[in-house]
Every structure is written in structure tokens, then in C-alpha cells.
């Protein structure tokens, strides 16, 4: 897993709960990526980080937000769960500019009821 | 707008037999081209990639075929194998960052 931790791994909540899910890498790369994973859709890019700080927004942002305090972690928080966001979340890292090859971490299961 | 179409949804094989899986994309700009494979439970690993330049790469059983002008991929998995059951995700990109992922094909590889 190319030395990536997600927690948690599987996670219930109720509409309306906010929650934070967490990606931990400890190789000190610089591109870090959040998707989500749905039937049908395949992965689905909701932000990504280029360096601490630095962030933009995926095509499926809406009702997600990231933070990047320092180089080994990114969060994704969603603000406000929804029904919709049920899905299973994975983080990638990518090592750096030049390099095209992007790496996924095993994943967490979110229900949101 | 999903970027990359992705075609079949499933496929059931024979062991020993040929499993084909085709992508197409539109964005002319993209340079990159992996084939991602998912067990149940799992995240995706790279598989195979390509970059347009070249017209097809092998690595072991795997083979991605590339057409520029038709704007198509896909990944042929010679030989195919019990243990190969699983999900394949092309996927394209530019290089600045982001990935485009077809909707997967599920290969069941009967023994």
C-alpha cells in the first residue's frame, strides 16, 4: 500500500454528523489525493493536495472539504453527512511533479444512515 | 461527464483463455494511461501503464494496446488465470495531477 494508512477503516454515522477521515503516509511525498469509489462510477476525484497548504478542489468537491497541516496527513472532512456520501473513500499519493504514477491506500468504508 | 468509457461491465472467462477490456477517451491532452486491478476489499494497484508515443507494452501476461487515432486502449490479460479475478479501472490523465477513471470491469475467471 505503498505506505499509506487510512483511518478509520470502516466508519457508521447519522445524516447530519460531521466526520473526519484521515490519510497518513510516510514516505514524504508531495501529491496526495482523495477519491471516492461508487458502482458505476469507478473513482471519482474529490480534492487533492500538492504541498502542505495547498489544495484544490476534484470534480466532486461539493460537501467535502480538506485540510493539510503537514506533509504526512491529509484530511478529508465532510462537513455534514449525507445519505449520498455513503461510498468507500481512498487515498492516493504521488511522489512528486514529474512522476505520473499514482499509489492508493486500502480505503475506508463510510455508511452514512 | 465521465472522461474515459470504459467497456465491459463484466466478463466471465475461461482459465487459460484471453480477457479483453477497452477504453476510450476524448481528451487529446491526456499523456498517461494505467490499468489499475482491485481485489474485493482492497485499493486499486498499478497494473500496467502506457504513454501515448508507443503503440503497445507487455509486461508478463499483460498487454495494453494503444491507438492514438481512434482515441481507444484497451488491456488484454493473456492466459488468464484464477487468481486475475477482479476489478480493472483504465484510467487517463494529463500529467498536472489528475486521474480519469472508467467505471471498471469486473473479470470472473472460471477454472
Known amino acids: 500500500d505503498a505506505g499509506i494508512t487510512q483511518s478509520p477503516r470502516h466508519k457508521v454515522t447519522e445524516t447530519g454528523t460531521p466526520v473526519t477521515l484521515r490519510c497518513h503516509q510516510t514516505?514524504?511525498?508531495?501529491?496526495m489525493y482523495w477519491y471516492r469509489q461508487d458502482p458505476g462510477h469507478g473513482l471519482r476525484l474529490i480534492h487533492y493536495s500538492y504541498g502542505v497548504k495547498d489544495t484544490d478542489k476534484g470534480e466532486v468537491s461539493d460537501g467535502y472539504s480538506v485540510s493539510r497541516s503537514k506533509t504526512e496527513d491529509f484530511l478529508l472532512t465532510l462537513e455534514s453527512a449525507t445519505s449520498s456520501q455513503t461510498s468507500v473513500y481512498f487515498c492516493a499519493i504521488k511522489p512528486d511533479r514529474e512522476t505520473y504514477e499514482q499509489y492508493f491506500g486500502p480505503g475506508t468504508r463510510l455508511t452514512v444512515t | 461527464q465521465q472522461q474515459v468509457k470504459q467497456s465491459p461491465q463484466s466478463l466471465i472467462v475461461q482459465k487459460g483463455g484471453i480477457s479483453i477490456i477497452n477504453c476510450a477517451y476524448e481528451n487529446t491532452a491526456f499523456d498517461y494511461f494505467p490499468w489499475y486491478q482491485q481485489f474485493p476489499g482492497k485499493g486499486p494497484a498499478l497494473l500496467i501503464a502506457i504513454r501515448p508515443d508507443v503503440s503497445e507494452k507487455k509486461e508478463g501476461r499483460f498487454t495494453i494496446s494503444f491507438n492514438k487515432s481512434a482515441k481507444q486502449f484497451s488491456l488484454h490479460i493473456m492466459d488468464s488465470q484464477p487468481g486475475d479475478s477482479a476489478t480493472y479501472f483504465c484510467?487517463?490523465?494529463?500529467?498536472?495531477?489528475?486521474?480519469?477513471f472508467g467505471a471498471g470491469t469486473t473479470v470472473t475467471v472460471r477454472a
Open positions: 514516505e514524504n511525498h508531495r501529491y
Open positions: 484510467a487517463a490523465s494529463k500529467r498536472e495531477f489528475k486521474l480519469s
